[in-house]
């Protein structure tokens, strides 16, 4: 394309061609907003008393401060008494240890050997103790920490490493072998493979015998052979195979590299939670919140049923719409072809300086001033085609919706690299404008709601998919999706802003949009809940 | 290196014991990390007088990680893949040790052919067929290990054996639907699919559900 060289892909964070105007954005009034969605929300009141009456206690507090702690706990879900706890495998092990002492008292045998027998009941203390009062001497062979008196076949050896001339390791066949390891029972090999096998061992979380009978290594022996604190990695791995054994109660956290293992004591709550269509979330120590029951990722206002639906779904139908999704697209106006490198949706165009909207392709203007009709979909267009086109129809339509979907995501992922420079910008305020650590907090806050807005919104859509779209309560539900999008990309503009003097300036206005767009988060995850329990939302695939 | 060394000495330990009746060589002189071994099958076993080939891969990690092991020759046994020939064992998987040699695995599988595991099934409809029936299973096994396992001689008359028996099913099964007109392959397929060798002639609900399927 000829002109394609005319825009610039930008790389640095101080070169957003698209965003260049966030100023002419038309901000309203917060109050104005207030007042025009509770009429709003009321004009169908007959049907929806009690959907009513939870936005109108929502809007009543979208003048309360940022930072309400009632209120971050009405987005988690309403429900407040999820009981859990956050460890990571380092927590564990410490408590695993404080176990193996406590019980050291009442076995009076070495701690190593505590370890082993926990490892063994899979750190069951209660299985183990009785079994421990029932087969003290058994147990201690089953374990593999006594020798077995039955196998005599091997002349007994010291546990340890030796040093010997020409010993030939039966498993590397090397002969002239100078040191070499066993345990009591006299298998001897040289301490290259016995490393080798410890290695390869490490990751599985099981007790490592030796090679040829069921004798164990402690975990002191491991780090004598390997010269290193290596028993701490079988320990971690034998936590990770615990986890997963326990898969009831505990929950690693599903973020990349999160290290977080999160407890629940006790599940049966979990039923009054799907009875209200509610998902429980929790909060790991890293701050990553997620679905302890799917282990996604925040799905609200979908419940776990639609998420796992629409997961697979999206998993087979993408290798179709790949093409519709690429990265790129050409300026409506100039056919410039443009790369999306900001959360806002509100492009301009390098070149043409036309403004459209990312989503639908369409002029930015009538977007600015209401909330975005380009979120709904245009049903009446379809109603015109004719009954051959139908399986069209569902593909057309479930486009529509991933594409809404895919981009959110998209976006979601650009306001996070936008958080990477949030740190900076308040570097920048502290030192520019002389503000207060504390003070540049709203900053931090205003990027987390806008993610939690920008999470439920992407989900919003997966929820539209299943609804029967001829029922009043999915138009309402659109109508909030819409309310939440408009102010999403309000707060998403916002946050573009670069000079700390602006951004000091319009501190009201970040408080205002962020307090809006988590009002309106909630009211769009209620409205949701709503539309599964009363049974509008169908899962088809 | 150790590997090569190893994997030498576990064919001279091969060679040295003519008795256990174990063979094991290279694919091609130029790589050795590919290998076909041979036992023969367990006395008083259906798969007796087989002499049976497996197809051995040793890994880079040999000995720390177990040789990956297929049947090259067809096996009708539960715990064997009837189609590939991939194994179900324990020892060479996770209970894999350095110390089991080749040859050690090797008799492993002997004894896997001796006493097989249909818990733990490889090949579920095999394993159904020896659950159910004992003694249709053994004559199956028995005729696979004639077909297959018992050198060049036997596949002369491969064309001729009736897919019926192949697969254990009754011949009066097939037989009699054959007379309502279907094809023979078909009908082979569908008991197949459904896993049905016999059936009870009062059983009409299931005659229907064959009748069902081979109708589609």
Redesign the interface.
């Given at each position: 394309m000829a002109n394609d060289e005319d825009y610039q892909y930008s790389s640095s964070d101080d070169d957003f061609p698209e965003q260049q105007y966030y100023e002419p954005l038309e901000h309203r009034d917060i109050t104005n907003n207030i007042l025009d969605d509770y009429e709003y929300l009321n004009y169908d009141t007959d049907s929806l008393e009690s959907f009513n009456s939870d936005v109108d206690i929502v809007d009543g507090m979208a003048v309360s401060h940022v930072t309400n702690p009632n209120k971050k706990r009405s987005i988690e879900g309403a429900m407040v008494n999820l009981k859990y706890e956050c460890f990571t495998t380092q927590d564990i092990f410490n408590n695993m240890l404080e176990k193996v002492d406590r019980l050291q008292p009442m076995f009076s045998i070495p701690r190593e050997d505590i370890i082993l027998l926990l490892q063994k009941y899979g750190w069951d203390e209660d299985r183990l103790l009785e079994d421990w009062t029932n087969k003290m001497d058994g147990l201690l062979i089953e374990a593999g920490i006594h020798i077995n008196n039955e196998q005599k076949e091997l002349p007994k050896s010291q546990r340890g490493i030796s040093n010997r001339d020409f010993f030939t390791c039966p498993i590397c066949c090397e002969d002239q072998i100078k040191e070499t390891y066993s345990l009591e029972c006299g298998h001897e090999y040289c301490i290259s493979c016995y490393r080798h096998y410890i290695e390869d061992r490490l990751n599985k979380g099981n007790i490592i015998t030796c090679m040829s009978c069921s004798l164990a290594l402690k975990n002191t022996d491991i780090d004598e052979l390997m010269n290193g604190p290596s028993s701490e990695k079988l320990m971690h791995s034998s936590i990770k195979s615990f986890v997963q054994k326990h898969n009831e109660n505990y929950r690693w956290c599903p973020f990349t590299d999160c290290k977080c293992i999160v407890h629940i004591q006790d599940t049966t709550e979990f039923v009054e939670y799907i009875r209200l269509h509610y998902s429980p979330y929790v909060l790991c120590n890293e701050s990553h919140r997620f679905c302890f029951s799917c282990s996604f990722e925040m799905h609200s206002p979908a419940d776990c049923e639609i998420t796992s639906s629409w997961i697979k779904k999206a998993k087979k139908e993408s290798d179709n719409l790949n093409w519709v999704l690429s990265h790129t697209k050409e300026c409506p106006k100039c056919s410039v072809n443009i790369e999306k490198n900001g959360g806002c949706n509100h492009m301009i165009c390098s070149s043409c300086k036309y403004e459209f909207c990312w989503i639908c392709n369409s002029d930015w203007k009538p977007h600015g001033s209401s909330f975005y009709q380009c979120t709904m979909y245009n049903n009446d267009e379809l109603k015109t085609q004719t009954v051959i086109e139908d399986v069209s129809k569902t593909l057309k339509r479930y486009t529509f919706f991933y594409r809404m979907f895919n981009e959110h995501e998209v976006s979601a992922k650009l306001d996070w690299q936008l958080g990477q420079t949030v740190g900076n910008k308040i570097k920048s305020l502290q030192e520019k404008m002389g503000v207060s650590w504390i003070e540049g907090q709203f900053l931090t806050e205003s990027l987390k709601i806008l993610n939690e807005g920008r999470t439920a919104l992407k989900w919003s859509f997966a929820v539209v998919f299943y609804s029967d779209s001829s029922h009043n309560l999915t138009k309402i539900f659109v109508d909030n999706q819409a309310l939440l999008a408009n102010s999403v990309e309000d707060l998403s503009a916002l946050l573009q802003i670069k000079s700390p003097e602006t951004i000091m300036e319009k501190k009201v206005e970040f408080y205002n949009k962020a307090g809006y767009v988590e009002n309106r988060t909630y009211a769009l995850m209620e409205c949701g809940r709503e539309l599964i329990s009363k049974g509008i939302v169908k899962i088809t695939n | 290196m150790?590997?090569a060394?190893?994997i030498?000495?576990e064919m001279e330990a091969v060679r040295d014991d003519p008795e256990a009746n174990i063979d094991l060589e290279f694919v091609s002189e130029a790589d050795i990390h590919h290998l076909k071994g041979s036992f023969l099958g367990p006395p008083e076993t259906p798969y007796e007088g087989g002499k049976f080939i497996v197809d051995i891969e040793v890994p880079m990690?040999y000995?720390?990680?177990p040789p990956k092991m297929k049947f090259d020759t067809k096996v009708y046994h539960p715990n064997i893949s009837s189609v590939t020939g991939a194994i179900c064992l324990d020892i060479l998987k996770?209970a894999w040790?350095?110390?089991i040699t080749l040859k050690s695995a090797l008799i492993s599988l002997q004894a896997l052919l001796q006493s097989p595991e249909p818990n733990d099934p490889q090949d579920a409809e095999v394993a159904q067929h020896y659950l159910r029936d004992r003694e249709s299973f053994n004559k199956t096994a028995a005729l696979w290990t004639k077909l297959y396992a018992n050198g060049g001689d036997a596949n002369s008359s491969k064309g001729n054996v009736d897919q019926a028996d192949l697969y254990g099913i009754d011949q009066s099964l097939v037989t009699e639907f054959e007379n309502q007109g279907f094809e023979k392959d078909k009908i082979i397929e569908v008991l197949r699919r459904l896993g049905l060798k016999s059936l009870d002639p009062n059983d009409n609900e299931t005659a229907n559900k064959i009748l069902e399927e081979l109708l589609k």
């Open positions: - | 150790s590997r060394k190893r030498m000495k990690e000995p720390f990680k996770n040790s350095p110390v």
